[in-house]
């Protein structure tokens, strides 16, 4: 069972006293509203009881029950709405709940603010009493899942993760993709409004739906299943196999079976249910048939005592039957829930989802190998973030050809509730072109060129090179899906910095030719060729006029220059002491988090901070301004904690004649309340 919703039902109980004492005098009409409210969220029909809470708060905005409520409600569908609400409720009135704690520690969590989460989750297990055994357990559970997602989140793995958009995703539930061997068909599950009827939840009964990949590459709108597959219930697709011929699906029957549709002359045939030793009377899940046809993975919790699942292995036997099942053993099965297993064609790969082992919360997928020596599954690994979030992430599937994967999760910048999110997996890439001057005649052998990787990437590259002297070329092998930042140097002296972007490959990319004018004194023209291996050729030109300097990026709420800034800057201050006839614009940037005037002011600072470094480096101050931007500039949008460091930073425009006055720009918003998160 979901650990949220045990811990839901159990601080229902606790918390139904606080909650109802001692009401306000609301209007009738507000009663009402509440009333309604809290008996859907008392049955845990939490968006059926989100617009009664939003209509009583429209008429008693600082009503710290309703709001208390409306947050954990909001938990499944908006996590930063539901955060804002269980935060101002607390504010209001710090005793809301005996909960509080907890859920403010789970808005913390879910929104990766780990070292919040942490110290909440804290608070909450100091106040338990000596008999609360179960949520002592719990909150030791949810702090060490924080600290795992505090490592994870600091050292992402190397992948690009995309939402398959709005045409498959809605403000519902999808889930359990299910793509054809030639990667065009993608079969998943939905609880949109196209669902036969509502379930007991108060949403939309879970139906199968495929969608095409269109000649653009794009998915097209989601349809029924021709045939017969989708009942009255809950039904989800789980894998195609048998030449994509065959559906293994999900049924509502018997609180949950498998059953097997088989398509004939282009229609799916009604659904046949399982044998006895798969099926049982109570919850089975999600399942893998290797290809051969003669094991099964699957997820039941029929045979655990507390009623969590488990993976277990059915062998196909002579006649044709599914065998007993065999648990797969506690390499794989922890005390928690185990779901969800994939493996790779050979069998010797198995994917599955746990809310075991070491978890950044919620499920996460891991990855278990088998040892043919040791005739023995391997410790599970974690995949890792971004593959895995601090919310649920499961039923993860890889495409036939291994390229990329699809999985379910609910994550910042989706569409609504779960959504179906595709995994590219980068590839290095070999760069290599010339370096010649602007006129593209002269070769410049003998320059040495350093790539270093932007702040935040993990881990940090910085590779050199050195244009051959017979023919100026140059070849440097890259991780794709990163920006990078080229520094050219002429005997030890910074001649130029240009920012060189090199696009996601996962082996399927053609070569982009990139003309990159990289000006300083004697105007280097750079020449390079981004090219996958083993990939067809084409070519891209893109010719950036503009002198370039590097960006100088600050950590969370700091303006202090770093190591790092100073190697930056130094290579600024030997272009700027090369060309005097040069004069700078320092601006400096914030995210978008915390109120207006404490971005202005810490921009400043940045700013500043620039400033005086170049000053100590020789540079006159007649040839330097400085301009605070606060967030009003960012770079890249603030809507991800991904972006964010990219936004925290100083950067330099060329100008004229230079200023010293520092007049912040007018504020595009509002003033907002400033708070101890990142910057």
């Known amino acids: 069972m979901n650990v949220v919703r045990k811990h839901l039902k159990i601080c229902f109980l606790l918390s139904t006293t606080v909650l109802s004492t001692t009401a306000p005098a609301w209007a009738q009409s507000s009663r009402r509203l509440l009333k309604t409210a809290n008996k859907y969220y008392e049955n845990e029909n939490y968006r059926a009881a989100i617009p009664f809470f939003e209509q009583a708060l429209s008429k008693d905005p600082d009503n710290a029950k309703a709001l208390f409520r409306a947050g954990v409600s909001y938990l499944a569908y908006d996590k930063e709405k539901s955060s804002d609400y269980i935060y101002k409720a607390q504010r209001l ?116 739906v495929e969608s095409t990949r269109g000649a653009n ?45 088989e398509k004939t002359n282009g229609e799916w045939g009604q659904p046949k249910r399982l044998g006895s030793n798969i099926n049982t009377r109570d919850y089975e899940s999600d399942a893998y048939i290797t290809p051969d046809g003669k094991t099964m993975y699957f997820a039941t919790n029929h045979y655990s005592e507390d009623g969590d699942k488990e993976i277990y292995v059915s062998k196909r036997t002579p006649k044709g039957e599914w065998g ?96 179906i999110w595709m995994i590219n997996y980068n590839r290095n890439v070999l760069v290599r072109g010339k370096v010649r001057r602007q006129n593209g005649q002269e070769l410049l052998p003998g320059l040495e060129l350093i790539f270093r990787s932007l702040p935040g990437a993990t881990p940090p590259v910085e590779l050199r090179e050195t244009t051959k002297r017979d023919s100026a070329d140059f070849a440097v092998e890259l991780l794709s899906g990163r920006k990078y930042q080229l520094t050219v140097l002429k005997e030890g002296r910074v001649i130029a910095t240009q920012e060189l972007d090199v696009p996601v490959s996962t082996g399927n990319n053609k ?136 936004n925290r930073r100083v950067e330099f425009t060329m100008v004229s004649k230079v200023s010293q006055k520092n007049i912040p720009p007018k504020a595009n918003r509002p003033a907002g309340r400033m708070t101890a998160v990142k910057k």
């Open 93 to 208: 009135k710090p005793n809301v709940s005996n909960e509080v704690e907890y859920w403010l520690g789970r808005v913390d969590h879910i929104n990766y603010r780990f070292d919040e989460a942490i110290a909440h989750y804290k608070l909450y297990r100091a106040k338990l009493k000596n008999k609360d055994d179960y949520q002592k357990d719990e909150a030791n559970l949810l702090i060490k899942q924080s600290e795992n997602a505090k490592t994870m989140f600091a050292n992402p793995k190397d992948i690009f993760v995309q939402n398959l958009g709005p045409t498959v995703n809605t403000a519902y539930s999808e889930h359990s993709p299910v793509i054809s061997k030639d990667g065009k068909t993608l079969i998943f599950t939905t609880r949109s409004h196209s669902g036969k009827g509502e379930a007991a939840d108060g949403e939309y009964f879970e139906d199968i």
């Open 217 to 261: 590459g794009n998915w097209k709108k989601p349809s029924s299943l021709s045939g017969r597959l989708n009942s009255q219930g809950h039904d989800a697709a789980i894998q195609l196999f048998d030449n994509d011929t065959k559906l293994l699906l999900y049924r509502q029957d018997e609180n949950g079976d498998f059953f097997v549709s």
């Open 324 to 419: 007993k099942p065999r648990n797969m053993g506690r390499t794989i099965n922890t005390p928690f829930d185990e779901d969800s297993p994939f493996l790779t064609p050979n069998g010797k790969t198995m994917y599955f989802t746990s809310r075991g082992h070491n978890t950044m919360g919620g499920y996460d997928v891991f990855v278990t190998r088998y040892d043919s020596v040791g005739r023995k599954w391997t410790k599970p690994e974690n995949m890792g973030y971004p593959v895995n979030t601090p919310d649920d992430d499961a039923y993860y599937r890889l495409s036939a050809d291994g390229s990329v994967a699809y999985l379910s999760s609910y994550r910042m910048n989706g569409y609504g509730e779960k959504d």
């Open 511 to 646: 070569v982009q030719l990139t003309d990159i004018l990289v000006p300083d004194t004697t105007t280097v023209q750079l020449a390079a060729a981004i090219k996958p291996t083993m990939a067809a050729e084409s070519t891209t030109v893109i010719q950036l006029a503009k002198p370039s300097f590097p960006k100088i990026y600050f950590p969370s709420n700091q303006y202090t220059l770093n190591p790092e800034s100073e190697r930056e800057l130094e290579s600024v201050a030997q272009i700027l002491l090369a060309n005097p006839d040069l004069n700078l614009s320092i601006g400096g940037h914030t995210d978008g988090q915390g109120a207006n005037e404490y971005n202005q002011a810490l921009g400043s600072k940045r700013a500043r901070a620039t400033y005086d470094y170049l000053l100590q480096k020789g540079i006159a101050a007649h040839r330097l301004s400085k301009i605070s931007y606060g967030e009003n500039r960012p770079a890249v949008p603030n809507d991800n904690l991904e972006n964010q460091p990219r």
